[in-house]
């Protein structure tokens, strides 16, 4: 899976989440990222943060695994 907070290549957070419940995957990288985004709730909005939210759900489920390493 592709990491996609590398400088100059981010995409917007939707798109984002999108990629990764289409995938199953998520770069540990990204899910620092939106584990970071959640807890600043400031920055955040309740529709983003639900979508984040989905994200935790499923990783914790085993519907979403993380990458093996960068790059893949």
Known sequence: MVNHTTQGNEL???DQITYILETGQISRT???QFMTRFLAMG???PAQRQLINQIFD???T???TFAA???E
Do not use: A, C, R
Request: net charge negative; proline share 6%; no cysteine.
């Open 12 to 14: 917007p957070l939707e």
């Open 69 to 71: 390493s960068y790059g």
């Open 58 to 60: 499923q990783v914790q």
């Open 43 to 45: 920055k955040t909005n």
């Open 62 to 64: 085993g519907q979403i």
């Open 30 to 32: 990204d899910y620092f």
